[in-house]
């Protein structure tokens, strides 16, 4: 393993666990800064702490007499990194991962620290099999929480929501690193064309099984450095956000507000689907995520998209019975999209009850937006039933103006519900971000 590439790692993840960073995000900052040589190692090592982060942590447990929630940071990304090497990297070589460990400890003249490292290290190396062996006499949520690092009241809610005898399943499709997936831009290019292209540059890429503008990308590398995507010809999405705008398939001239719209993608989307036509008005809380969509918009070659600083939870009276269509993509628990974020499991089940308040006004406000007959896309990329369909209900139960629509034209029978107006997408099912999706109209 280099070194330089090791300290980086190191860094990534104390600016991860110390500053509650997106993982995602540091990761795109300090890849520039990596050799090629060792930038998938850099990609595995950084999500492969996160991911691992109970089973790490209670390893480090098990041996230390220090506890990891009394660690200084420096020791605690170390040992982290390591415990991480020495149970999920084939490469690593014990005794490499123990010296790299303690001297990165010593260049920072923490001679203490790296005396307690060595020692730790060392212990655990030794008691490797008891550790597991340990491990497994554990009652059976608690050894599923551990091995596959799991907060265990996710683990109970999944184990109700999908019964025991897939659980594992569940957990592991979680855990796997999500494919890289990229949506066509119609206004510039067809999908045969951009595959094509893609071909004629050594990238392999197949169409997606269900999202009409999608393709995965079999060799994924910075795809963003290429000409194609500086001239617009697709964009980054993932096959079950692209989804979301083919169930909405909105008519061109329409009017399409999208509440919480970045960083864009369900914009842009219907951008595209409308050729430019209409008018669309992306609005999100936040004003400095603004420029990230308006960025998108002139790379694509969009005209029809105007950004705006709102907060969905309070109603725009100016709004009313004005929209076509809206886009109703919430904040949420993010559970769908553990494979892209894996920090998101530490989210503490507290979080629950405020964030479904929170969708429930903004769905709430997006129907009061809407025209007689017009058509409103709920949408959240987590697998909790509570802020889905539940929601949903309870939404349409105090709404008799409203009705789920049949999507089944736009989804093809992938869907069991589709006939009912909804999609439950699930990595472990469809391998796809697990992502929940309905189709109201105000009737």
């Known amino acids: 393993m280099d070194n330089g590439y090791r300290v980086i790692v190191l860094e990534s993840l104390k600016k991860i666990f110390r500053d509650k960073s997106y993982s995602n995000i540091i990761i795109n900052n300090n890849i520039n800064n990596i050799n090629n040589k060792y930038k998938g190692i850099y990609r595995k090592s950084v999500f492969g702490v996160i991911e691992n982060l109970i089973f790490i942590d209670w390893v480090i447990n098990q041996i230390s007499k220090t506890k990891t929630k009394k660690m200084e940071f420096d020791v605690l990304a170390v040992l982290r990194l390591a415990v991480y090497q020495l149970f999920f990297l084939d490469i690593s070589r014990e005794n490499i991962v123990v010296n790299e460990s303690v001297q990165y400890l010593k260049d920072r003249k923490n001679i203490r620290a790296s005396k307690l490292v060595n020692a730790v290290l060392r212990n655990i190396i030794r008691n490797k099999e008891n550790i597991i062996n340990d491990m497994n006499k554990l009652p059976y949520i608690d050894l599923l929480s551990i091995k596959y690092s799991y907060p265990k009241w996710i683990v109970e809610m999944w184990k109700n929501q999908f019964s025991k005898d897939n659980l594992e399943e569940v957990l592991v499709a979680n855990n796997v690193e999500a494919p890289l997936e990229v949506r066509v831009n119609t206004l510039k290019t067809t999908r045969e064309e951009l595959i094509d292209k893609f071909s004629k540059k050594g990238i392999i890429s197949n169409k997606c099984k269900i999202a009409e503008k999608g393709l995965i990308i079999k060799n994924p590398f910075e795809i963003d450095t290429i000409e194609e995507y500086k001239c617009g010809l697709f964009?980054?999405?993932?096959?079950?956000?692209?989804?979301?705008?083919?169930?909405?398939?909105?008519?061109?001239?329409?009017?399409?507000?999208?509440?919480?719209?970045?960083?864009?993608?369900?914009?842009?989307?219907?951008?595209?689907?409308?050729?430019?036509?209409?008018?669309?008005?992306?609005?999100?809380?936040?004003e400095g995520k603004l420029p990230l969509i308006n960025k998108e918009v002139k790379r694509l070659?969009?005209?029809?998209?105007?950004?705006?600083?709102?907060?969905?939870?309070?109603?725009?009276?100016?709004?009313?019975?004005?929209?076509?269509?809206?886009?109703?993509?919430?904040?949420?628990?993010?559970?769908?999209?553990?494979?892209?974020?894996?920090e998101i499991k530490y989210k503490l089940e507290s979080d629950l009850e405020d964030i479904s308040k929170i969708q429930y006004r903004i769905l709430e406000n997006a129907s009061k937006y809407l025209k007689h007959k017009g058509f409103l896309i709920y949408s959240t990329c987590t697998t909790n039933k509570k802020e889905n369909i539940e929601l949903v209900n309870e939404f349409l139960n105090k709404n008799k103006n409203f009705a789920l629509v049949d999507i089944s034209n736009e989804v093809g029978n992938y869907f069991t519900t589709a006939k009912l107006g909804y999609v439950e997408i699930y990595p472990h099912m469809h391998n796809m971000d697990g992502f929940f999706i309905a189709k109201m109209t105000r009737v």
């Not at 105007?306 to 809206?326: G, M, P, R, W």
């Not at 993010?334 to 494979?339: A, P, V």
């Open 235 to 286: 964009s980054i999405q993932s096959e079950s956000s692209m989804i979301v705008g083919q169930i909405l398939n909105p008519n061109e001239n329409s009017l399409i507000i999208d509440l919480c719209a970045a960083p864009g993608g369900k914009s842009l989307n219907a951008a595209e689907i409308m050729n430019n036509t209409g008018k669309i008005i992306s609005r999100d809380i936040y």
């Open 301 to 342: 070659g969009i005209k029809n998209i105007f950004t705006q600083v709102y907060d969905a939870t309070k109603l725009d009276e100016n709004l009313i019975s004005k929209a076509d269509y809206c886009i109703v993509d919430v904040p949420c628990t993010g559970l769908g999209i553990i494979r892209r974020k894996p």
